[in-house]
């Protein structure tokens, strides 16, 4: 079970990764920008349309039936998405359809995984799953944490599972794409329907490199659907099911800005330092995530561009109600949408044209001619753990358990000015240690860090340094906030951690930033 | 013995950074610790030790004790051990863990007093971060917001937050019981640096002696020496008539302070935001206040949703001469010091008169004119007080009078 603890090598940020993951051979992390691999793209099969219904009709009865007829098989790699995030009832469906033929050992890349995917241990411990590609969420997390998956674990970013995908790193023999609404070619959308999710960006570079694709909506409309933001010429087959997705767990009806006066004042901490040192200047750009925390700092940015009468070109992210409100007052040009969180976005998204649509590949991946998420000149992003060398940590608890993916984290970082506003600790957990558990992102991308006792700046941005003096902002040495949080909480004991490797983290370009450990007993 | 079984702290789904304690006595086995924790594997150790080394200290060889612990830190685990503790055996002993060196600052009689964050003393999630918000003041509540058979436990949390929580400046304030009771709370928190101790439902003079009394034996016997000053609170229609002999009881008191929930209910009249019908009592409360030289203090604002309402409320407060406000929510705090700090005119008044009072001395001159108009002494200091505030809320620069000079020259 897992990867036996030989092969490891030190790489580039001195962590010791495996060489070797799940038999096939893994690259060290050498550096941001180092590696740069030659070659081509992957490709998929070329097809004949005299092997697909002229009609244009390539609707099957069941998920199973489609499933058989794109030859599922011993081993093999299947992709869903999760654009119906705690809501999706697909995934459950397929492993079970498989495990219902007998299949064992199958490969599941998920774009990312929630706790609605607990169900699917039980076709861990009887061999269906070999092992997840992906993120492993929850309790998934506590399962691969406690050596139990069979296979090792891989966790990406949103941009590196498109880059894995584009390089052949990860060649997937069937992608379940679920849609709120798709016709019987294949062309989908995630705008209409019962579960509808705003967009389906995730599941384009399956639809474009995956051997088999599957469409599945519980909202199937004649001959065409519009916009088709998965084009059915991709797509071999499509079934109909009773429900794809349980509406309420995909998009929430209001997001809520979070009332915690310790999160509000660290989220009005971050908009001060943005206003004090210049971010905030007339034509930024920014992304905030959809947590508490980073949805009172859009807010907090509202407030101010008010004040001051400046204007942003641009907002990353994914969409609420919040950032729909600036759009529509005026306050930002244009929403470059990622994923959708409430009604209010999926709203805008059908009915404003400049609430734009986008995917991993425009925004993130980095074996691309560019993308989007360097052109951010500010983003704000949360994370478990943050060391005295910036390094940061966004999937394992400091007790050692992987219980979150990396989601756009790692792509996100490219941004101009990289902002992680973080509680001091955690109950008794402090947030800022000597060593992170697990190393996400390195320190050099990572620019400011802002605790309600203080807010560290990354010693490489004199610029930012230069400007926050005379601010009156709390500007302290990142050491001395470890300090303080070690005086508050006391000193942790280390986790209890064995050698064995169950999951490795990779970094954007698909080399191993770090590797997550077997948690003892 | 008689009770054999004892229970302190607090446990369920919204709990954090707290810890339930299921003590029991024995005549045999040893010392059996039970910890159920949510940072076991950082923490799980370190409370072992902690709760081993404080049954030695209260030398209780034969124990089991259960620890359900959703991340409580050691001052709050030590607390409600203690708790238990104290219910089973008869000691006056107290597990004191040490007093950090951020606490040990002093607070003046003069000083500004805005705001002052209430915190349940029997809920440790909302004192950790009290301090970052920055409130003049917290209040350690072992009154009002204690539930009746959670006082006793209280005491230990109060006691142990005073020692060990940084408030980073705040004055220190404690809220007793209302009095007698009230006295039964002192072996808790003096001699930790309590700042200031608000005394409840006060209706007159003799009970502020009573308390200093009470506070006087205690110091003797215990040799413990602080400093403190008190902030009645005036809460009933007798107390609003006895308002200045109470201003007066004491060189120790340092303001009064009015509660108009029950001063409401006691004259029998509805609380509306308006505030008509407390308007007599918090007139009378400023004027002995001003009478006695010392500060008065306004009631809290508990709609923590109406930041408008709190805006409007405290501007009315400030122009009937309150000079500061409670709050139960830390975000009312900003609202409160914004709303009391003095506006453009009055700051540009105060920066006139301040500047010639400086030209003055700086002459040489025994009488300070602006213009053709004499300016009195008071009105100078009410302008230095504008300044200083001004100063102390980031509205002035500490230069101001070089950039004053440049426009005025």
Same mark, same amino acid.
């Given at each position: ?57 390539? @609707? ?24 119906? @995030? ?69 966790? @990406? ?295 309600? @006792? ?68 | ?84 503790? *104290? ?211 306004? *009631? ?110």
């Amino acid at each position: 079970m897992g990867q036996p603890a030989d092969h490891l090598v030190e790489n580039a940020i001195g962590r010791e990764v495996p060489e070797q993951i799940n038999g096939e051979q893994a690259i060290p992390f050498q550096g941001v920008g180092q590696y740069k691999p030659s070659g081509y793209k992957h490709a998929p099969r070329i097809r004949s349309c005299s092997d697909y219904p002229s009609n244009g009709d390539k @609707r099957v009865a069941s998920l199973k039936e489609a499933l058989k007829k794109a030859g599922i098989g011993e081993g093999m790699t299947i992709s869903t998405h999760h654009h119906f @995030r705690n809501g999706d009832l697909l995934a459950n469906q397929v492993f079970e359809a498989a495990h219902e033929l007998g299949i064992k050992n199958l490969r599941w890349f998920p774009s990312a995984s929630f706790p609605c995917h607990e169900h699917l241990i039980r076709y861990m411990e009887d061999g269906t799953i070999h092992h997840i590609e992906g993120s492993m969420n929850g309790p998934l997390g506590k399962f691969t944490s406690e050596g139990k998956m069979k296979g090792t674990g891989v966790l @990406r970013s949103h941009g590196g599972r498109y880059q894995a995908v584009q390089d052949g790193e990860v060649k997937i023999d069937i992608a379940v794409i679920g849609a709120g609404c798709a016709d019987a070619f294949g062309n989908a959308n995630g705008l209409y329907g019962d579960s509808a999710s705003g967009l389906l960006g995730f599941a384009l570079a399956d639809s474009e490199y995956a051997d088999q694709v599957i469409v599945a909506t519980d909202h199937m409309v004649d001959f065409p659907c519009v916009p088709w933001q998965i084009q059915g010429n991709h797509v071999d087959f499509t079934v109909e099911l009773e429900q794809v997705g349980i509406p309420e767990k995909i998009v929430s009806g209001t997001t809520r800005i979070t009332k915690s006066p310790d999160r509000l004042l660290l989220a009005e901490m971050t908009a001060n330092f943005c206003e004090a040192t210049g971010i905030l200047h007339d034509g930024f750009s920014f992304q905030s995530g959809a947590g508490g925390t980073s949805l009172a700092v859009g807010e907090f940015f509202a407030q101010k561009m008010r004040d001051t009468g400046i204007k942003a070109r641009f907002a990353r992210g994914g969409s609420n109600k919040y950032l729909v409100g600036m759009l529509e007052e005026g306050l930002v040009d244009y929403i470059l949408d990622g994923q959708t969180f409430d009604l209010e976005g999926l709203r805008s998204m059908r009915d404003n044209p400049n609430h734009v649509w986008t995917s991993p590949f425009t925004s993130y991946n980095y074996h691309g001619k560019g993308n989007f998420a360097g052109m951010v000149d500010v983003v704000v992003l949360g994370a478990t753990e943050v060391d005295v060398h910036f390094n940061a940590n966004v999937v394992t608890h400091s007790d050692g358990y992987l219980l979150h993916g990396i989601g756009g984290w790692q792509n996100c970082l490219f941004s101009k000015t990289v902002i992680l506003p973080l509680p001091l600790f955690r109950d008794r957990i402090p947030v800022i240690t000597d060593q992170v558990t697990t190393v996400c992102g390195p320190g050099e991308m990572i620019d400011v860090v802002v605790t309600e @006792r203080g807010i560290a700046i990354n010693p490489q941005r004199s610029d930012l340094i230069e400007k926050a003096k005379g601010s009156g902002l709390p500007i302290r040495d990142i050491h001395e906030l470890r300090d303080e949080a070690l005086k508050i909480c006391g000193k942790p004991a280390k986790p209890r951690l064995e050698d064995q490797v169950i999951a490795a983290i990779k970094w954007v370009d698909g080399t191993v930033i770090d590797a997550v450990r077997k948690v003892g007993k | 013995m008689s009770k054999q079984i004892a229970y302190a702290g607090n446990k369920g789904d919204n709990v954090r950074s707290d810890c339930h304690i299921t003590l029991e006595l024995r005549d045999r086995g040893g010392r059996q610790i039970e910890v159920d924790s949510k940072v076991n594997t950082l923490y799980g150790q370190a409370i072992r030790s902690l709760v081993e080394d404080m049954l030695g200290f209260f030398e209780l060889p034969h124990v089991w004790i259960r620890l359900e612990d959703t991340g409580a830190l050691s001052l709050v685990i030590a607390a409600r051990v203690e708790a238990a503790i *104290s219910q089973l055996i008869d000691t006056e002993t107290q597990y004191l863990l040490p007093m950090i060196e951020e606490n040990q600052y002093g607070a003046a009689k003069e000083q500004f007093r805005f705001s002052r964050l209430y915190l349940p003393g029997n809920m440790p999630k909302m004192m950790l971060n009290a301090g970052i918000h920055h409130p003049n003041g917290v209040i350690l509540d072992l009154e009002d917001s204690v539930a009746p058979d959670k006082k006793h436990e209280a005491r230990f949390l109060v006691r142990n937050a005073l020692r060990g929580i940084n408030f980073y400046g705040a004055e220190r304030m404690v809220r007793i019981n209302q009095l007698p009771r009230g006295i039964e709370d002192l072996p808790y928190i003096l001699g930790h640096n309590v700042h200031t101790i608000l005394v409840p439902k006060c209706e007159g003079a003799g009970q502020i002696r009573e308390l200093e009394e009470a506070i006087d034996r205690y110091r003797k016997q215990t040799s413990r020496e602080a400093m403190f000053y008190l902030m009645p609170i005036i809460e009933s229609a007798l107390g609003v008539e006895k308002a200045f002999e109470i201003a007066s009881a004491s060189a120790n008191i340092v303001a009064l302070a009015i509660g108009l929930e029950d001063y409401t209910a006691d004259i029998g009249a509805r609380r509306t935001n308006q505030a008509k019908e407390s308007f007599f009592a918090r007139s009378r409360l400023v004027n002995a206040c001003k009478a006695a030289g010392i500060q008065a203090i306004d *009631s809290v604002f508990s709609d923590v949703a109406d930041q408008q309402g709190l805006r409007d409320t405290v501007k009315e407060s400030k122009s009937l001469g309150f000079e500061g406000m409670g709050c139960i929510h830390p975000r009312q705090i900003r609202i409160i010091h914004q709303s009391f700090a003095p506006d453009a005119d009055e700051i540009e008044q105060a920066k006139k008169i301040v500047n010639a009072y400086y030209e003055a001395q700086e002459k040489g001159l025994g009488v300070v004119s602006l213009g053709s108009k004499m300016i009195d002494p008071p009105v100078v200091r009410r302008a230095q007080k504008n300044i200083d505030l001004a100063l102390y809320l980031g509205l002035i620069p500490e230069n101001w009078r070089e950039a004053f000079d440049e426009d005025h020259h």
